[in-house]
């Protein structure tokens, strides 16, 4: 059973991949299976699954034994990404970034103090008509800031493509999901190496499969144009 037909690509666009500038000196080969679907896989040896409840994002990635790995991303209850990503073409080393939005966290503190300010001064003084609302306003103020902190703080783990080093696989946790996503790292990078290990073909021909992955996750939105044709360059400049 084959993915489904949203994957399919048009015969006018195999023929603009085949004579791509970028590409023409290198053939691609008659063999297109790979730009026009691949063969859905059935026996699972992983499935993981991580929620960002404070941005209402959900994913799920289900690894397989033919060497694939299953993305699938909702944004808050729809599905907004559902792509294979096969192994065999993917490094196992990871770009960590992380955003800690101090400033925000700085505003939270200076709410959390005015507000405990104005709670100490209304209790001591007969001034509570104003420093009663005052202290309600820090209170507040706190909590928006800590929410708004909580929602824009988060940690990216980036696969990237072994000879493209294109980015095609980003897993994003936030404070209630980093440690879901850092312990499904090890997971997904050994099932990289165990796809790598069927890797027999002659270096060229790996290539230049790897090159039509590019142009297949490109088709799925994973990877723009722009990545896609670096990420082409890189594997080029390999042929010498």
């Known amino acids: 059973?084959?993915?489904?037909n949203t994957a399919m690509m048009s015969a006018d666009y195999i023929h603009r991949i085949a004579t791509d500038e970028t590409t023409e000196h290198i053939s691609l080969g008659e063999d297109f299976a790979v730009l026009a679907g691949v063969e859905e896989p059935e026996k699972i040896t992983g499935r993981f699954e991580y929620k960002n409840r404070t941005c209402?994002?959900?994913?799920?990635?289900i690894l397989y034994e033919e060497?694939?790995?299953r993305v699938r991303e909702w944004q808050r209850k729809k599905r907004?990404?559902?792509?294979?990503?096969?192994?065999r073409f993917m490094g196992t080393d990871?770009?960590?970034?992380?955003k800690l939005p101090m400033r925000v966290l700085y505003v939270a503190a200076g709410f959390a103090g005015f507000g405990a300010l104005s709670w100490l001064i209304a209790w001591l003084s007969t001034w509570d008509a104003f420093f009663?609302?005052?202290?309600?306003?820090?209170?507040?103020?706190t909590l928006i800031a800590s929410m708004l902190f909580l929602y824009l703080a988060?940690?990216?783990?980036?696969?990237?493509?072994a000879s493209g080093d294109a980015v095609a696989l980003t897993l994003r946790g936030t404070a209630d999901s980093?440690?879901?996503?850092?312990?499904?790292i090890p997971e997904i990078q050994r099932a990289i190496q165990e796809a790598q290990a069927k890797n027999i073909q002659d270096r060229s021909d790996y290539l230049r499969q790897e090159m039509r992955e590019h142009y297949r996750l490109r088709e799925y939105g994973v990877i723009d144009h722009d990545v896609c044709s670096e990420a082409t360059r890189r594997i080029l400049s390999e042929f010498g």
């Open 67 to 69: 060497g694939y790995l």
């Open 1 to 4: 059973m084959s993915l489904d």
């Open 178 to 184: 980093f440690k879901r996503c850092r312990a499904m």
């Open 56 to 61: 209402g994002k959900r994913a799920e990635l």
């Open 94 to 98: 990871t770009t960590v970034t992380r």
């Open 132 to 141: 009663i609302p005052a202290a309600v306003v820090g209170v507040a103020g």
């Open 80 to 87: 907004v990404r559902d792509y294979l990503l096969s192994l």
């Open 154 to 161: 988060h940690e990216k783990t980036m696969f990237s493509t």
